[in-house]
């Protein structure tokens, strides 16, 4: 006979795993992208690299669309109203479609602009702009792919942006070859097939969405009430990331302080993180659409097993990575660089990051399940009061100068222990009390 842990157990590893799968696909189009223009030369893989990091800082500031709509939409099919449920993931999709647009005319024309502030030579930044520029076209759908996975994840469904990342991934490889060795367009090329392998995805999520709107009689028009609520609850999550994306850019500047191996080295322990990350993310996942769907359920017994139960998963999957960064922290700088004396470097800020581990992986369940309780103006409130103990922190480890295996280390404490730690504290404090608990949808 199947107890309810067992069935609890199984609703989170078919969310998770899926969800796991799409979000490494995401970083592949980048993978693929370096490896096909790296052949090109140095000159265009350092230009890829300033657009990137562009790209990149504005697709992980607008993450919120996803992490807005799998709430709202999960909320509505937990109360058995799944066409109001499709129909508020249809607002969330058109919400993206509207600031990718504008994102989209504004970054064109910002290009040179954005370059210009990298200072790279004049040759670098010619590729740069040459692929930042067309790319800027296939922001409104990345936004809407984003807006998309969230509706399907809210109806507890991961299996399918799974397939449509990973046709994605696939098109995107095949139309990068094309265009860059076949038709000879250069890193042109690379930026021209990456959008649109990303229209496409928008195109398969469209063919999917019109099924679920036809099968529950959703209406497919975007609603003012709709939209206008996908915008206040992202613009509190959007605040919620760039209290993040702060957190990170002072950690890297003081990398940067502190000399060129160190900020090597930080690179390479970060990498490691972001790593390990992408399955405590998944169970992140799991958590926002499994407490949406209780709280729209009115089942508040049911949100405190999901809390209890994915709590353990992390801190459990949080042991096993930390495991495998000690184990493997004398030899991961040389796989990254070949560099003993690098190796040697960043073995101690690995052996942090391989303590703080378990902490890392409470922290991420943590931040989905208020997330998936819709409780984004304290996640907003908190990710500033994060940053109180962190940046005194990182003021203290700039003014003392430390360099080195011990600077890098004492950096990683900053990060993975201060920083961390806050977060689980102000988290840890929330889901303890109940009033993040608003059922109904």
Known sequence: MTSARDTL????????????????????FLIVDSALVGHLGVVPLAGLGIASAVLQTIVGLMVFLAYSTTPAVARRFGAGDSSRAVSVGIDGMWLALGLG????????????????????????????????????????????????????????DTVTPLWIAGLGFGANALLNWLFIYGFGWGIAGSAFGTVVAQWGMVAAYVVVVGRLARRHEAS?????????????????????????RVALLATVGVATGLGTDELAGWQVAFTIF?????????????AQALV???????????????LGRTVAWGAWFGIVTGLIIGVLSGVIGLLFTGDAAIAALV?????????????????FVLDGVLIGAGDAKYLAIVGVLNLVPFVPALVLIAVLHPTGAAGLAWLAVAFFGVYMLARLLTLGWRVRGSTWMTAGA
């Open 9 to 28: 157990n199984r609703d989170i590893l078919r969310l998770a795993v899926p969800a796991l799968g799409a979000l490494i696909a995401e970083p592949l």
């Open 347 to 363: 073995q101690p800020a690995l052996i942090v990051l391989a303590v703080a581990q378990p902490v890392c992986g409470v922290v």
């Open 292 to 306: 949406g769907k209780g709280l729209g359920a009115e089942d508040p017994h049911t949100v405190r097993r999901v």
């Open 220 to 244: 497919i028009r975007p609603q003012r009430d709709g939209v206008r609520g996908s915008a206040r609850s992202g613009g509190w999550l959007f605040l919620r990331t760039v209290s993040l």
């Open 274 to 286: 972001s790593t390990a990350a992408f399955a405590l993310d998944a169970l992140a996942i799991a």
């Open 101 to 156: 647009a504008v994102l989209a005319v504004a970054g064109y024309l910002a290009t040179p602009f954005l370059v210009t502030l990298f200072g790279a030579p004049a040759a670098v930044a010619e590729q740069a702009e040459i692929y930042l520029g067309i790319s800027m076209w296939g922001l409104p759908a990345m936004l809407v792919v984003f807006a998309a996975t969230g509706l399907l994840r809210g109806l507890q």
